[in-house]
């Protein structure tokens, strides 16, 4: 066998997958170390060929898995592993270059520089700040509060009480104090923040549990007043820019002094991709730039590892590359419209039901819901044992409450349909 019928194999089995993904049921069906049984307790002596591990993959692997690329997957934010995104990979390991400096490779630097560039306009942020690419939001924050500390050291951060966990886990790694905000009554940080021995705010355009959006232009302006950094966390809601009548969510980001965005959330990339930009690339150039003798920086080129944590980096450019080329700006605002159409759709079914209540706003693609009456997680946990559907619950004031979050460029209005008949047969039982 040759790695071309490999490959072949290889390709066969993404594209039946990928055809076939709504067959499976969305969350696995398996108890803790079910896998583990199954899998052998050494490594094999010898090689295996290509074909053993694709049968074990189907027999042992795909039924303990989560299925991220069904189409009724509503769980968290739903994502896509799109198929330039899919292809990109493939070719991303094919090259495995290490972009850490230009030197190392220097058409992976430039082409990351430019998709940022690109992302940038497409999402209406300002261009010219430095961009680049880290793994995952968690990351991209922990480099932001890193450069904000060093414009004040020991200041406290300050995110919302809606802020997502990552942001508090960044500020304890970075060794500065955290605080929470409060938020008004549709989940947005109050404005009105005591900045006094501040080092940074982190402003949430998109709210892991409601996807609120916090008033970022009044925030920038309390913080510019007061010398305090300004991080914007819109992970997942940052996407939605792409389309002009979702940009309000994006008003006052140009006066941040950082601001992360996840193609891996809403925006058709695979995991892992996390778009970083900055207006102060100096602060993060004096919190990560190192240069060891063995890495000699070349004069007039960026080395993206002087900006963040990392010293080894993929080639993640390349997907969002493919991503942005193969649907265009047309092809994204087409999806993120369809996507934020199906979410008022749900919220509309919800409302028109006795019995059930929509709890937050759902400008986005997101829709918090829950029965007034039955236990919401045991309604979430049959629905999703059905296996036709995954969604997850969360607590807003107290009281649990249910998420179904559309993310997956496969997920049509049937499945949004299906989705409610089977919430509304699990309460009902
Ligand atoms: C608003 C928000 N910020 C940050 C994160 C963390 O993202 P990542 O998994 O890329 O670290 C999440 C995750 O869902 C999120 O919802």
């Known amino acids: 066998m040759t790695f071309r019928d490999d490959l072949d194999r290889a390709a066969d089995w993404a594209d039946a997958y990928l055809r076939h993904a709504g067959d499976h049921p969305v969350a696995a069906r398996v108890e803790p170390g079910d896998v583990r049984a199954r899998l052998p307790d050494a490594p094999p002596e010898h090689g295996e ?3 053993a591990m694709l049968r074990d993959l189907d027999e042992v692997i795909v039924p303990g ?7 009724r997957f509503f769980a968290w934010f739903a994502n896509t592993g799109s198929e330039p ?12 270059v290490n972009a850490f400096t230009w030197l190392s490779s220097p058409a992976a630097t430039e082409l990351e520089v430019t998709v940022m560039d690109w992302l940038a306009q497409l999402l209406g942020l300002p261009r010219g700040w430095h961009g680049h690419i880290e793994d995952t ?8 509060l890193a450069a904000a500390r060093t414009r ?12 997502n966990f990552s942001v508090e886990k960044a500020a304890r790694l970075v060794g500065l104090p955290f605080r929470k905000a409060p938020v008004d009554d549709e989940f947005r940080m109050l404005p009105e923040l005591d900045l006094d021995g501040v080092a940074a705010v982190v402003a949430t355009v998109g709210t892991t549990a409601t996807t609120s959006v916090d008033p970022v232009r009044e ?26 009548e979702l940009r309000w969510c994006v008003d006052g980001v140009d006066r941040a002094d950082s601001v992360v965005v996840n ?11 996390s778009a970083l930009w900055t207006r102060r690339p100096e602060a993060f150039h004096e919190a990560f730039a190192y240069v060891p003798d063995y890495l000699a920086a070349t004069p007039e080129a960026i080395d993206v590892k002087d900006y963040g944590p990392a010293l080894g980096r993929r080639f993640r450019a390349l997907k969002l590359w493919f991503v942005l080329r ?8 087409a999806l993120i419209r369809e996507h934020v159409r199906l979410a008022q759709l749900f919220a509309s079914l919800v409302e028109a039901e006795p019995g059930w209540e929509v709890v937050a706003p759902h400008p986005f693609s997101t829709v918090c819901f829950r029965h007034v009456e039955a236990d919401n997680d045991e309604v979430a946990r049959a629905a999703t044992a059905t296996g036709e559907l995954f969604v997850a619950t969360t607590k807003l004031r107290g009281r649990t409450i249910i998420r179904l979050a559309i993310g997956n460029e496969r997920t049509t209005e049937a499945d949004v349909r299906r989705a409610w008949e089977v919430l509304r047969s699990s309460a009902a039982a």
């Open 49 to 51: 060929p290509f074909e």
């Open 65 to 71: 898995l989560t299925h991220w690329n069904h189409p």
């Open 85 to 96: 995104g899919v292809l990109a990979e493939l070719l991303i390991a094919a090259l495995n």
């Open 137 to 144: 939001a968690s990351t991209a924050t922990i480099a932001a």
């Open 152 to 163: 004040r050291p020991g200041g406290a951060v300050v995110a919302s009480e809606q802020a």
């Open 219 to 244: 925030i920038a302006r309390r913080c510019a007043e007061a010398g305090v950094w300004l991080h914007v966390d819109a992970a997942y809601a940052g996407s939605a820019a792409v389309c002009p």
């Open 263 to 273: 193609p891996h959330k809403w925006l058709f990339t695979p995991m892992d991709c």
């Open 326 to 333: 193969w649907f265009g700006a047309e092809g994204l605002r």
